[in-house]
């Protein structure tokens, strides 16, 4: 596929409600988005960094520098083949996995189009809807987060998961618990705890939780394995797992039971699938994490979603639950069972609304072919 013209929206979005995480709460959230044109088709993809270095070092700004100054002029005017190829010529340059997976998205999607298949059917995804679950940021009384918990609980959602930090974790947990006792609930704490601290999450090892997500360093695998072996319910990485190569020494460690995949955090959709093989292999369960992406991003996850090894509900929620207004025709909404479809057109199988796109962005950077 010959890249022609590629364009960088950077997009600010408000939130239907804030969210808060250990590192902090926003109402807003930003991201990049990337439009591929190539031989009369038109590929998007989405890159899940924030304005701030807050869940990762990667920021609106360090997206827009790495693919205007270093990616981008790799590509334009070259015929790019695929995933592969595109990771191959991208290869030296460090880092900035949430820059590089936005472009292989688009160009996943470029592919599907061209190809007449689902971006669900290029990577061998079997499942026509996925388990879903909801992701609820810190509340600021645990009164206010049992009720949102029955809020979306009446929505349909069959699994929650509640952010903690020290401090705000175990009366909360065991608050939710009390009122939902059957419900599958996990908790992820964005690598707010040290060893030590963590010491105070021991009573979660009781709420029958699916599972305790980063607690410890957002790079760190070793002191994970110190906490697990201390602890019944499984712990998941997040943060820590940035490659293939990150999942495989986490394994071999034992630091976690359970892997969340988030193609952007990997690289791309390529690294993605590797992990997902890896762990299918020795029968880890993984399931699909989100970053509050726009529509764009959400059908990318549904479709990696399906593949027959995440076996746990993923944090995609329906479009509602995140933005008043998207940037795609299509809207996701969440089936009385707590599943999503996962889209059947070409690609990523999503209209882009372009005046949307351009009522949200605050930017555009145009690269063509000379
Ligand atoms: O740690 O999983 C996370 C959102 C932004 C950055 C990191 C995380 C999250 C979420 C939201 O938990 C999940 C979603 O998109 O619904
Ligand atoms: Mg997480």
């Known amino acids: 596929m010959k890249l022609e013209t590629i364009t960088l929206y950077p997009l600010r979005m408000p939130l239907v409600s804030h969210f808060e995480t250990s590192f902090g709460r926003i109402y807003e959230r930003e991201c990049v988005l990337v439009k591929i044109e190539s031989e009369g088709l038109t590929g998007w993809g989405e890159c899940a960094a924030d304005r701030d270095p807050g869940y990762s070092y ?4 360090t997206v827009m520098h790495v693919l205007k100054d270093f990616v981008l002029p790799l590509l334009i005017g070259q015929d790019v083949a ?5 990771q191959r010529r991208v290869s030296h340059i460090r880092g900035h996995h949430l820059a590089k997976a936005g472009v292989e998205m688009a160009l996943w999607d470029l592919l599907g189009k061209q190809q007449g298949k689902s ?5 061998g995804g079997q499942k026509e809807k996925v ?3 909801v992701s609820i940021g810190l509340q600021d009384t645990t009164a206010d987060l049992v009720s949102l918990v029955e809020r979306y609980v009446k929505e349909g959602y069959q699994r929650v998961k509640l952010k903690i930090k020290p401090g705000r974790d175990v009366s909360e947990a065991t608050a939710v618990r009390r009122a939902f006792p059957h419900l599958k609930l996990q908790v992820d704490a964005n690598s707010a705890y040290t060893l030590e601290t963590a010491a105070a999450l021991q009573p979660l090892d009781d709420l029958d939780l699916l599972l305790i997500e980063q607690p410890l360093y957002e790079d760190d695998i070793w002191d994970h394995r110190l906490l697990q072996r201390q602890m ?17 020494y986490a394994i071999e460690m034992e630091a976690c039971r359970i892997i969340n995949i ?6 791309g959709l390529s690294q993605a699938l590797e992990i997902h093989q890896m762990c299918q292999a020795i029968h880890m369960p993984v399931w699909c994490g989100g970053m509050l992406e726009t529509n764009i991003g ?12 995440f076996t746990l509900p993923g944090d995609i929620s329906a479009s509602a639950r995140y933005y008043r207004q998207d940037v795609t025709h299509e809207t996701f909404t969440l089936n009385p069972d707590s599943t999503i479809n996962v889209p059947t057109g070409w690609g990523l199988g999503v209209t882009v609304d372009e005046e949307k796109v351009k009522d949200f962005a605050f930017g555009e950077v145009v690269v063509r072919c000379s």
């Open 58 to 61: 990667e920021t609106t700004g």
């Open 82 to 86: 695929d995933a592969g190829d595109f």
């Open 119 to 123: 971006l669900r059917q290029l990577l």
């Open 131 to 133: 388990e879903v679950g």
């Open 232 to 248: 019944r319910t499984p712990l998941c990485l997040d943060e820590s797992i940035t490659s293939p190569r990150h999942a495989r």
């Open 262 to 267: 988030k193609p952007g955090r990997v690289g």
């Open 298 to 309: 959400r059908a990318s996850n549904l479709a990696i979603a399906s593949l027959p090894g």
